[in-house]
């Protein structure tokens, strides 16, 4: 089977889908209009621009092009994290957190399973590996925001729990302990409920393009099984990474809770 090349006319057929949403918001005087409309705007640019970038990177296929790329995608990938949570760290440590964590998960488990299962030769070739590390960081930069906004909130929310058990003589780890479970279980959640309806619910988008482009299903399943678990292992160890590190950053070696370390999304 051939599909046809799409024509911006077919593209801007499926764009009214969107813009019925945004008379639907309008009807209903729910405010959210202008930001469907960015929001698709801004999908438009960027992934024009990316496929631009893409067809480029394929062409040289170079190790310094692939790292740079990649490097841009975690610094974007931080800056949204970042975007996301309504308290923060002061400083720098509101974007380094995030983006560290991020960078830590991302990097080494696209080189794992590059080296390992992909076996793209040579590894670092882009047409494998920015994909692979663009499904990553997308997950894991969920994971990460959910975990780091928990945590901090957890804290907000509960410090007079948790500065009881310092003044009964727990130290400040077990004082935090359920603060940062809860942190971990809900930047867990999405990935959890991901894999659970992978499959039965929903057919994963790399399986569906594969098949789309001919692939036999038994094979398709088999990379895009591969994916979720290299998605998984990325979210778990960048929330894991990102919880512990803000932790770290909310408490101090005098074993206090540091709540003025963080801001308010609109602080100046």
């Given at each position: 089977m051939n599909f046809a090349i799409l024509n911006y006319w077919d593209i801007g057929l499926a764009a009214l889908l969107l813009v019925f949403?945004?008379?639907l918001s309008l009807a209903f005087q729910l405010g959210l209009e202008k930001r469907l409309l960015i929001a698709g705007t801004r999908m438009v640019v960027q992934l024009t621009m990316v496929g631009l970038v893409l067809k480029a990177l394929f062409a040289v296929s170079s190790p310094l092009y692939t790292g740079l790329a990649a490097m841009v995608m975690v610094l974007f990938a931080g800056r949204e994290a970042m975007a996301r949570q309504d308290r923060r760290f002061e400083g720098y440590w509101s974007y380094g957190i995030?983006?560290?964590?991020m960078m830590a998960a991302g990097l080494v488990v696209t080189v794992f399973g590059l080296t390992t299962q992909i076996h793209a030769d040579p590894w670092y070739d882009p047409r494998y590996a920015i994909p692979i590390l663009g499904m990553i960081l997308g997950n894991t930069m969920n994971g990460v925001s959910l975990g780091l906004e928990r945590l901090v909130s957890g804290a907000h929310t509960r410090r007079a729990g948790i500065e009881a058990r310092l003044m009964l003589?727990?130290?400040?780890r077990k004082a935090m302990r359920g603060v940062m479970g809860d942190a971990m279980g809900a930047g867990l959640t999405p990935i959890i409920n991901s894999m659970a309806a992978a499959g039965l619910v929903s057919l994963p988008g790399m399986m569906t393009g594969q098949i789309l482009a001919g692939v036999a299903p038994v094979e398709a399943v088999k990379y895009q099984i591969l994916i979720i678990f290299l998605i998984a292992g990325g979210t778990g160890f960048g929330t894991f990474v990102a919880v512990i590190a803000a932790s770290?950053?909310?408490?101090?070696?005098?074993?206090?809770?540091?709540l003025d370390r963080l801001m308010v999304k609109s602080d100046p």
């Amino acid at each position: 089977m051939n599909f046809a090349i799409l024509n911006y006319w077919d593209i801007g057929l499926a764009a009214l889908l969107l813009v019925f949403n945004a008379g639907l918001s309008l009807a209903f005087q729910l405010g959210l209009e202008k930001r469907l409309l960015i929001a698709g705007t801004r999908m438009v640019v960027q992934l024009t621009m990316v496929g631009l970038v893409l067809k480029a990177l394929f062409a040289v296929s170079s190790p310094l092009y692939t790292g740079l790329a990649a490097m841009v995608m975690v610094l974007f990938a931080g800056r949204e994290a970042m975007a996301r949570q309504d308290r923060r760290f002061e400083g720098y440590w509101s974007y380094g957190i995030g983006t560290g964590a991020m960078m830590a998960a991302g990097l080494v488990v696209t080189v794992f399973g590059l080296t390992t299962q992909i076996h793209a030769d040579p590894w670092y070739d882009p047409r494998y590996a920015i994909p692979i590390l663009g499904m990553i960081l997308g997950n894991t930069m969920n994971g990460v925001s959910l975990g780091l906004e928990r945590l901090v909130s957890g804290a907000h929310t509960r410090r007079a729990g948790i500065e009881a058990r310092l003044m009964l003589g727990a130290d400040i780890r077990k004082a935090m302990r359920g603060v940062m479970g809860d942190a971990m279980g809900a930047g867990l959640t999405p990935i959890i409920n991901s894999m659970a309806a992978a499959g039965l619910v929903s057919l994963p988008g790399m399986m569906t393009g594969q098949i789309l482009a001919g692939v036999a299903p038994v094979e398709a399943v088999k990379y895009q099984i591969l994916i979720i678990f290299l998605i998984a292992g990325g979210t778990g160890f960048g929330t894991f990474v990102a919880v512990i590190a803000a932790s770290r950053r909310l408490t101090d070696a005098r074993q206090r809770l540091r709540l003025d370390r963080l801001m308010v999304k609109s602080d100046p």
